[in-house]
């Protein structure tokens, strides 16, 4: 999907929906290939870093997507020039449907960090907190000229990958209702929130009417709707 011509208008993603970008606000629109968006990010931080700007560039993929050569090129090439660039491997356990162990013979995919010359992090991608102050210091590495960072966020898919995948043949719904309910991110985030004495029920609710108009649920209408 090409960047529009009307610099004011985001890319809104014609031929897949979730591949926009926005011009504006540095997004720029992924391609439809798994990984190629890794070696990419490398070359716009090059970019970045070749022209002076103070910026950071930030792009993610699943652990399914470690497994393409686009990987390697991209990190490897990211940490000979020291790069501005954080990878974030968003480890759902299962790329489509394939579990980790049957992908690589490795507990992390950070581990592949050290054969780069990079930082490998592990973080508990279900813990809201945890990501922010990992991806805070890779942020602080990257601004410091210190080079590119591989953040592996171990989390969790809730629904099928697609339409197409009956994700029962390959986990069980006990599993599936776990990371629903339990050990959801918000979920985790709002227990802690209250544990701390930063929120509690009475406010949750408040904000909870608040956002949906006093109890009522509103809908936007999408492009077309009528």
């Not at 090129?73 to 489509?96: M, T």
């Not at 922010?132 to 990257?142: D, T």
């Not at 410091?144 to 629904?159: C, M, N, Q, S």
């Not at 309910?181 to 709002?190: C, G, H, I």
Request: hydrophobic share 35%; charged share 25%; glycine share 10%.
């Amino acid at each position: 999907m090409p960047w529009p011509n009307d610099q004011t208008r985001p890319a809104e993603g014609a031929r897949c929906r979730p591949h926009w970008g926005h011009i504006r606000l540095n997004v720029v629109t992924q391609s439809s290939p798994v990984a190629t968006q890794i070696p990419q990010a490398a070359g716009i931080a090059y970019a970045t870093k070749l022209r002076g700007e103070d910026a950071v560039t930030y792009v993610s993929f699943g652990e399914g997507g470690s497994s393409k050569g686009d990987f390697h090129e991209g990190l490897n090439f990211a940490a000979i020039h020291r790069l501005p660039v954080i990878f974030v491997c968003e480890n759902n356990r299962y790329a489509i449907s394939v579990a980790q162990d049957k992908q690589m013979a490795i507990a992390n995919v950070a581990d592949r960090a050290a054969g780069y010359g990079m930082p490998g992090i592990v973080v508990d991608g279900q813990d809201v907190l945890a990501v922010y102050k990992a991806m805070q210091e890779a942020v602080g590495r990257a601004r410091h000229g210190e080079g590119p960072t591989l953040i592996e966020a171990k989390t969790y898919r809730i629904v099928p990958h697609s339409s197409d995948d009956d994700d029962r043949l390959y986990r069980s719904r006990e599993e599936v209702e776990y990371y629903r309910t339990v050990n959801d991110p918000l979920n985790r985030l709002r227990t802690y929130l209250f544990e701390q004495g930063v929120a509690d029920q009475e406010d949750a609710g408040r904000r909870r009417s608040a956002r949906h108009g006093g109890g009522q649920r509103r809908h936007g209408l999408g492009r077309g709707s009528t």
